[in-house]
Antibody, heavy 113, light 106 residues
Framework: EVQLVESGGGLVKPGGSLRLSCAASGFTFSSYSMNWVRQAPGKGLEWVSS????????YYADSVKGRFTISRDNAKNSLYLQMNSLRAEDTAVYYC??????WGQGTLVTVSS | EIVMTQSPATLSVSPGERATLSCRASQSVSSNLAWYQQKPGQAPRLLIY???TRATGIPARFSGSGSGTEFTLTISSLQSEDFAVYYC????????FGQGTKVEIK
């Protein structure tokens, strides 16, 4: 069974940093590209970033480009999202997703003073 | 960036009735289109992929159609558990989501 478990969310001040993690199990992690998607409170879904299986290809939404960095450690079956220069509008539940069918339950990031 | 536009924003339907949700892409996404259902406090649940293929365990009352830029999700006879928010998503060029359609009880 595919399992994706996010962690690392919390309360951070504007301008601060946070690193999210996604622990994957139940599949060959190194064979799949991975994605981060977020959802602000009461709002819709927004794709954030994607990384290919070997990290050769990385893409970001314009809203986070230059501030967020996606990475992965295939030896640890883990996906990461380093978030710097955080803004109030980055407040959201952040989901890790392998593909359209397999999503984690999300971790809440709140950016507030 | 491919922009996905869903209509209507809210759909009021009585239990047992049919619901028809629309999704339009700003450029062709071929059949690389998925539909999700989301309930409060839960992650999105995949209903349809490839524009018309039901995901594992999805009831037959859910059906998808379309290709290119115009897509439709039909729920043939709404059950109480179907009242939720529905999103379309293109995965032809990375991912983009529509803004969602809320299906509420009339």
């Amino acid at each position: 069974e595919v399992q994706l478990v996010e962690s690392g969310g919390g309360l951070v001040k504007p301008g601060g940093s946070l690193r999210l993690s996604c622990a994957a199990s139940g599949f060959t992690f190194s064979s799949y590209s991975m994605n981060w998607v977020r959802q602000a409170p009461g709002k819709g879904l927004e794709w954030v970033s994607s990384i290919s299986s070997s990290s050769s290809y990385i893409y970001y939404a314009d809203s986070v480009k230059g501030r967020f960095t996606i990475s992965r450690d295939n030896a640890k079956n883990s996906l990461y999202l380093q978030m710097n220069s955080l803004r109030a509008e980055d407040t959201a539940v952040y989901y890790c997703a392998r593909d359209e069918e397999n999503w984690g339950q999300g971790t809440l990031v709140t950016v507030s003073s | 960036e491919i922009v996905m536009t869903q209509s209507p924003a809210t759909l009021s339907v009585s239990p047992g009735e049919r619901a028809t949700l629309s999704c339009r892409a700003s450029q062709s996404v071929s059949s690389n289109l998925a539909w999700y259902q989301q309930k409060p406090g839960q992650a999105p649940r995949l209903l349809i992929y490839g524009a018309s293929t039901r995901a594992t365990g999805i009831p037959a009352r859910f059906s998808g159609s379309g290709s290119g830029t115009e897509f439709t999700l039909t729920i043939s006879s709404l059950q109480s558990e179907d009242f939720a928010v529905y999103y379309c998503q293109q995965y032809n060029n990375w991912w983009t989501f529509g803004q969602g359609t809320k299906v509420e009880i009339k």
